[in-house]
């Protein structure tokens, strides 16, 4: 075969699978399945999806191979906000506005980009090897979807469970809609906090000092709220400050929620556009007054000269005003977290508006029960804690949106405001027998993207019809996904879930941390350490890597500092690695943490091992390939080495197995590395030479040795199949169907079981003494420099007769590894040279070094190499013990020079060691 080299094989399999239906469920056996977390339609692949769908690759291929009937539904979800914003962008470069088109027209030209340009994400998914069953794909806003959208809205509707109401919700003054908590990110901003002092109605000349980050937010104040236990406050409760500006007396008002040691201890309460504020009018039934229009204007509700006004621009008149009259106490320099919108970028407002609500309480409660008794579990456990506290505090959900695109709200209004909740219009109409000739307008609003995403599993499934994949597929066994949306999805599947099916939506629930940068920092655009899945499997260059990490950044100088970074750390750009050792690199760092660190250098180090498990499979067909015929072959003697390594196989496949059912794919992929690197190919390989080059093995010997290189490397593809699957069918389809089963895909071979009986305790016992012996020889070798070429006695001293009787069974092997001049069983009282030594349990192996190195020479390197060392170590010291070295450095650039000390030292005590052996010769 020629060398290893993904782009050739990869997309071409991945076809070939496709096209063949090997992703549908079988039919037979027990079912598993995984519904994909919907990815957005206008979305490409990143590296926490290209994590997330590896992982869940793995798990569904590893069960399809483990005889299930097996599906992974695929399906996008249509992201209303980003989809929107994206289609309306294109229009705009056109110099078109939605408006021109109006909302129908709108809805088309979404449509037909959805059509042309909304299936990159899929493509992607393919070129990472996702299994998903394609010929079932569902859109939230298909058909069938979008049905059961309707139905679960009214039915909701119908018991008290939606309604209409007014309340404060995130507001994006841009888009003009309103936002969920995940739309919405908060990054630390250095602001001010502005004092103002506030008179008393009966005495003008005391005041109550209050702080705010919003200065304009002022003129909606309702009350100013001090602590029931402040003694310094407690004699104004109940009565009146003046609010400046608006000339309006508002209540002083006693409640737990203020901060006594915070600020002076008196809070200013605006009920319209604070939600703790809001919370707080509602205990003492403050009035709401709205400042703000819908793009963030002042409205009229405040006074004249402020309405029209931009929010900000009303900051400033407001805090010049106030300092006119002498209200402006001072001006502190804050830092504070600011909401913006992700999407438009723009801060977002607490706004009081007019929205769809589902009263959450009634669906929270047996939701919570579910994961209380088990019904679902998390893992790991603790992730359960995030899910318990958001649901022991939920609030009612806002499911309206201010957008065209999307699940239009099913409801219809007649001229006098009644509201109407049906499947249709028609239905409203029969339903509440209006009058044929009654004028009625359909809410103009769209329900959250979140709303059908909570309905996923089953929707998706064909609910409401009961259909044969819905009792077969459903519950799901389990959703893989990340911290963040434990309570913005999971838990709202859950209670749909739970309230319509009358189940769970899945059994499991699979909780993976954020993958970072090698150093733990978040990827992010700012910081210039983002990478892209496709770069990495596909290659690109240094060039084309620095554009796409600098464009569309505002300030030249991150965009300078970014590109210096890039070019330092990939001066060659990136390499195409393809997908399989990316998909390792994945899976050795799934561990159970809340960040998994991604080093480029790992993905090199997996490509390595791709390329070794490709070289090795090399060896074993060249060795095979004219005596497949022997292959299943019963005359067969098996040496040692054979027993050996198939007990090292089974050891190693009920490991996999553990770690897959526990859901460690760190462990899994560690095993299969360790068990394919140090096992097969670096001792096995090399201990069947002997045999297979030998005239002294007889042919049964090297028939069994031949066919155990060729079943165990046809386990090691099976084993490795769920994290590398291209390599493995590539390297698959060469091997005899004497040794394989003849089907025509990897994918669908039973995955290995672990046989209980194949472990050999001898065999192992007998093979780790050989590599025991092996490696102690290697090391002496290194430790006094000595050529690998270079023959030299081995001796054997303070051995068991077992020891002697192995020394005997393996002096082939032993000549062929070691190639010692000689092989030397010392006897009790037999005198021992000088030697280096070694020791295998309380055997010790002695390697005299009379006549092997030049005693001056060496003994001068030694003393070189140590001063060098004492040097290095010397300045390590130094650093660790300098305490503006400790304070200013970062904590991780402090442990690596604590660890390097630590290095030093066991370096320096091993060269010391090497002198005195050296020394007394």
Not at 719 to 730: D, K, M, N, Q, S
Not at 762 to 782: P, S
Request: net charge negative.
């Amino acid at each position: 075969m020629s060398k290893y080299s993904p782009q050739d094989i990869e997309q071409s399999w991945y076809q070939k699978w496709e096209k063949n239906n090997y992703f549908a469920p079988s039919g037979n056996g027990e079912s598993f399945s995984i519904a994909i977390p919907p990815p957005n339609v206008t979305g490409t692949l990143h590296m926490g999806h290209a994590f997330q769908h590896s992982i869940v690759d793995s798990l569904i291929r590893y069960q399809r191979m483990s005889g299930k009937n097996t599906l992974w539904q695929m399906g996008t979800d249509h992201a209303g906000i980003a989809t929107q914003m994206l289609v309306t962008e294109q229009l705009a470069a056109q110099g078109i506005k939605p408006s021109d088109l109006g909302r129908e027209a709108f809805v088309d030209k979404v449509w037909e980009w959805k059509e042309e340009s909304g299936g990159t994400i899929s493509k992607q998914l393919r070129r990472l090897g996702a299994s998903l069953h394609w010929e079932t794909e569902r859109f939230t806003l298909d058909e069938g979807l979008s049905e059961a959208v309707l139905e679960v809205f009214v039915r909701l509707h119908e018991e008290g469970l939606i309604y209409r109401g007014k309340r404060l919700v995130n507001w994006d003054p841009v888009l003009k809609t309103s936002l969920s908590d995940l739309e919405v990110e908060s990054k630390e901003e250095q602001g001010n906090l502005w004092h103002f002092k506030y008179p008393m109605v009966e005495d003008p000349n005391r005041f109550l000092i209050v702080a705010t980050t919003r200065p304009e937010t002022m003129l909606g104040d309702t009350a100013v709220a001090v602590n029931p236990d402040d003694e310094r406050y407690k004699d104004l409760v109940g009565k009146e400050v003046m609010l400046p500006l608006a000339d309006r007396p508002i209540p002083v008002i006693a409640d737990h929620y203020v901060d006594m040691e915070f600020g002076t201890g008196c809070v200013k309460i605006t009920p319209a556009h604070d939600f703790n504020d809001y919370d707080v009018g509602n205990r003492h039934d403050l009035p709401l007054i709205n400042i703000l229009n819908e793009d963030a204007t002042l409205n009229d509700d405040v006074p004249e000269k402020y309405r029209g006004m931009d929010r900000f621009e009303a900051r400033k008149a407001v805090i010049a005003d106030l300092d006119a009259l002498g209200l402006l106490e001072k001006i502190d320099d804050h830092t504070m977290a600011v909401p913006r919108g992700e999407r438009s970028g723009v801060v977002v407002e607490p706004y009081l508006s007019d929205q769809w609500f589902v009263k959450i309480a009634p669906l929270a409660e047996p939701a919570i029960k579910a994961v209380e008794d088990g019904d679902i579990e998390f893992v790991p456990k603790n992730a359960e804690n995030i899910y318990f506290a958001w649901m022991r505090n939920i609030q009612d959900w806002c499911i309206s949106r201010q957008l065209w695109w999307g699940h239009r709200i099913p409801a219809w209004y007649d001229n006098d405001g009644n509201i109407y909740v049906a499947r249709s219009e028609e239905e409203a109409r029969e339903k509440h027998n209006l009058a044929p000739g009654l004028e009625l307008k359909q809410d103009a609003d769209v329900l959250d993207t979140w709303f059908s995403s909570a309905l996923w599993t089953f929707s998706t499934l064909g609910w409401p019809e009961q259909t044969k994949e819905l009792e077969t597929f459903h519950s799901t066994d389990i959703m893989v996904t990340g911290h963040d949306i434990i309570s913005l999805w999971v838990s709202r599947m859950i209670m749909m879930t739970l309230k319509f099916i009358g189940e769970v939506p899945f059994r499991k629930v699979y909780i993976h941390g954020l993958v970072t940068d090698a150093n733990g920092q978040k990827m992010s655009k700012s910081k210039g350490n983002g990478l892209d899945p496709m770069d990495i499997i596909d290659g690109i260059s240094l060039d084309d890597l620095v554009a796409k990490r600098t464009s569309n950044l505002m300030q030249p100088r991150m965009a300078e500092r970014i590109e210096k970074a890039t070019r330092k750390e990939y001066p060659e750009g990136i390499m195409a690695f393809g997908t399989d050792p990316l998909r390792f690199t994945f899976y050795s760092i799934a561990s159970q943490t809340r960040s998994l660190r991604f080093d480029m250098k790992r993905v090199e180090g997996y490509r390595n091992f791709c390329n070794k498990l490709w070289n090795a499979a090399n060896f074993v067909y060249g060795n095979i390939s004219e005596h497949a015929d022997e292959l299943g072959s019963a005359d067969v003697e098996l040496s040692d080495i054979d027993r050996w390594i198939v007990s090292e196989l089974q050891r190693t496949t009920a490991a996999i197995h553990l770690a897959m059912d526990t859901y460690r794919f760190d462990l899994a992929s560690k095993a299969l590395y360790e068990f394919v690197w140090d096992e097969f190919c670096d001792w096995y390989l090399e201990l069947t030479k002997p045999i297979l080059n030998s005239d002294a093995a007889t042919d049964a010997q090297k028939r069994g040795t031949r066919q155990t290189l060729a079943k165990t490397l046809e386990s090691i593809l099976r084993l490795a199949h769920p994290f590398l699957p291209f390599i493995t069918e590539e390297l698959w389809q060469q091997m005899p169907t004497t040794v394989r089963d003849s089907g025509d895909t990897i994918m669908l071979q039973p995955y290995p079981p672990s046989i209980e009986e194949n472990i050999n305790i001898d065999a192992e016992a007998g093979i780790d003494w050989l590599k025991k012996v092996v490696t102690g020889v290697r090391n002496i070798r290194g430790e006094m420099d000595i050529s690998p070429v270079k023959e030299v006695p081995v001796m054997f001293a303070d051995g068991s007769a077992g020891d002697k009787a192995r020394l005997e069974k393996y002096t082939q092997l032993l000549q062929f590894l070691v190639r010692p001049e000689s092989l030397t069983w010392l006897d009790q009282g037999d005198a021992k040279p000088l030697a280096a030594t070694a020791l295998v349990g309380d055997m010790e192996l002695l390697v005299p070094m009379a006549g092997l190195i030049d005693k001056d020479a060496e003994l001068a390197r030694l003393d070189k190499e140590i001063d060098r060392k004492q040097k290095d170590r010397a300045r390590t010291e130094g650093k660790i013990n300098n305490p503006n070295f400790v304070e200013k450095a970062p904590e991780d650039v402090v442990q690596k020079e604590r660890e390097k000390l630590q290095d030093l030292d066991s370096a320096l005590q091993k060269l010391q060691e090497q002198r005195a052996s050296v020394a007394a010769i």
